[in-house]
């Protein structure tokens, strides 16, 4: 059973180019989660995907950023435009749906897409 | 911000010495998480606590919580080199919300 994968491992653009980060879940799983991660700090929370559904877009810029995760395919980070300031590592995990009634379960984390705006 | 902070940001300890690593979050959790990143790597998880749980082992790893603090710890026993890593933890609450700490970085000299 494959893990999260997610390409490219590594995008390099130029500000104002598109960067479209992929991510194909486990097998089975039906929850997808996008983090970004800038060079020594945490994960900041960016979208929370279940097929066909944006279940929480909080931490998404209004504005150039979104993402999918449609019936067939994998989940699509999209950024328009971009600017040096995106440059950072983008996360994406997944997690089986719980069990009725329960709120547990781990994610599952690919390794990554380092997007680097030159 | 419901995500949680970790403390202390590094740390560095000799082979077969305990690491201690803390964890404090705002809001009421369903359960909190203990993740390790190696560098470059995407997260791996290590385990899991309960909201109605005190303290969980597993091999060299033992967690506590304390709700009514809105804290928990993580202790790594008898490191090794291969220990170093960065930590995170991992608030869950509502439905399958997870938000990360800042980590701590955790050095094992050999």
């Known amino acids: 059973n494959a893990g999260v994968m997610q390409n490219p491992r590594h995008l390099v653009r130029r500000r104002g180019q598109e960067a479209r980060l992929r991510c194909s879940p486990m097998k089975g799983h039906s929850h997808v989660y996008w983090y970004r991660q800038l060079p020594e700090e945490g994960l900041k929370f960016m979208v929370y995907?279940?097929?066909?559904?944006?279940?929480?877009e909080s931490g998404m810029p209004k504005e150039r950023f979104s993402a999918e995760f449609p019936k067939e395919g994998p989940s699509i980070l999209r950024i328009q435009q971009v600017v040096r300031g995106d440059s950072a590592a983008y996360f994406c995990?997944?997690?089986?749906?719980?069990?009725?009634?329960?709120?547990?379960?781990?994610?599952?984390f690919g390794e990554g897409s380092r997007l680097t705006v030159l | 911000s419901q995500q949680g902070e970790e403390d202390p940001q590094a740390l560095s300890i000799q082979e077969g010495e305990n690491a201690t690593m803390n964890c404090s979050y705002k809001t009421s959790i369903n359960n909190l998480q203990w993740y390790r990143q190696n560098s470059g790597r995407g997260l791996v998880h290590l385990i899991l606590i309960r909201s109605n749980e005190r303290e969980k082992h597993s091999g060299r790893l033992r967690v506590t919580l304390d709700t009514s603090k809105k804290s928990s710890s993580l202790l790594i026993t008898a490191s090794r080199a291969a220990d170093t890593a960065s930590y995170f933890c991992?608030?869950?609450?509502?439905?399958?919300?997870?938000?990360f700490g800042s980590g701590t970085k955790l050095n094992v000299k050999p």
């Open positions: 995990a997944s997690s089986p749906l719980p069990p009725a009634g329960a709120n547990t379960g781990e994610l599952f």
């Open positions: 991992a608030t869950v609450s509502g439905f399958n919300k997870f938000y």
């Open positions: 995907l279940q097929k066909e559904n944006i279940i929480d």
